[in-house]
T-cell receptor, first 112, second 112 residues
Framework: KQEVTQIPAALSVPEGENLVLNCSFTDSAIYNLQWFRQDPGKGLTSLLLIQSSQREQTSGRLNASLDKSSGRSTLYIAASQPGDSATYLCAVRRRRDDKIIFGKGTRLHILP | ETGVTQTPRHLVMGMTNKKSLKCEQHLGHNAMYWYKQSAKKPLELMFVYNFKEQTENNSVPSRFSPECPNSSHLFLHLHTLQPEDSALYLC???????????FGPGTRLLVL
């Protein structure tokens, strides 16, 4: 059974700091891993998609890494801004049945 | 603007009502998805359609009935729902089932 765990569940950091969000998954047989952002009351916004053959993806101040062997991914946010405040979700697509499994998310609050 | 729209944005219905949620994507994608997001729970995938054909049904109760008349439109027909079905229902689309998904804003459903 594929489980996706995100730690911490909530995080508050002062503006300008660099931070790391963690995602772990139990079954390493995945097609890809995706990071999303969700603002309160809104749908999900895809941030980064990492294919199973890739080690990392970068977009602006965001960098996501993938280590399949250890079942871990991290989302690194550089120079955090108040606008980064949101819930960040990690999801994997597993090979066995092509299902997408989401973590519960990390609620991030950037303090002005 | 994500290119994926959902209507209505909010819906309140009684347990004996019949209603439908609509999703439309303007991205030329071939795959569409319905997700359920309950409070304090991970996002749950409900249905997947690829080229108008249902490819996945995650043991969803029959009181939820999806319909995909074409690759751009996806419906979720609701009847005799329960209060525990109250949640945010998100629609997503992707070019195919192995790449980034784009989400709509969701329909917030309250069942009384």
């Amino acid at each position: 059974k594929q489980e996706v765990t995100q730690i911490p569940a909530a995080l508050s950091v002062p503006e300008g700091e660099n931070l790391v969000l963690n995602c772990s998954f139990t079954d390493s047989a995945i097609y890809n891993l995706q990071w999303f952002r969700q603002d309160p009351g809104k749908g999900l916004t895809s941030l980064l998609l990492i294919q199973s053959s890739q080690r990392e993806q970068t977009s602006g101040r965001l960098n996501a890494s993938l280590d399949k062997s250890s079942g871990r991914s991290t989302l690194y946010i550089a120079a955090s801004q108040p606008g980064d405040s949101a819930t960040y979700l990690c999801a994997v697509r597993r090979r066995r049945d092509d299902k997408i499994i989401f973590g519960k998310g990390t609620r991030l609050h950037i303090l002005p | 603007e994500t290119g994926v729209t959902q209507t209505p944005r909010h819906l309140v219905m009684g347990m004996t009502n019949k209603k439908s949620l609509k999703c439309e994507q303007h991205l030329g994608h071939n795959a569409m998805y319905w997700y359920k997001q309950s409070a304090k729970k991970p996002l749950e995938l409900m249905f997947v359609y690829n080229f108008k054909e249902q490819t996945e049904n995650n043991s969803v109760p029959s009181r939820f009935s999806p319909e995909c008349p074409n690759s751009s439109h996806l419906f979720l027909h609701l009847h005799t729902l329960q209060p525990e079905d109250s949640a945010l229902y998100l629609c997503a689309s992707s070019q195919d089932q192995s790449v980034t998904q784009y989400f709509g804003p969701g329909t917030r459903l309250l069942v009384l």
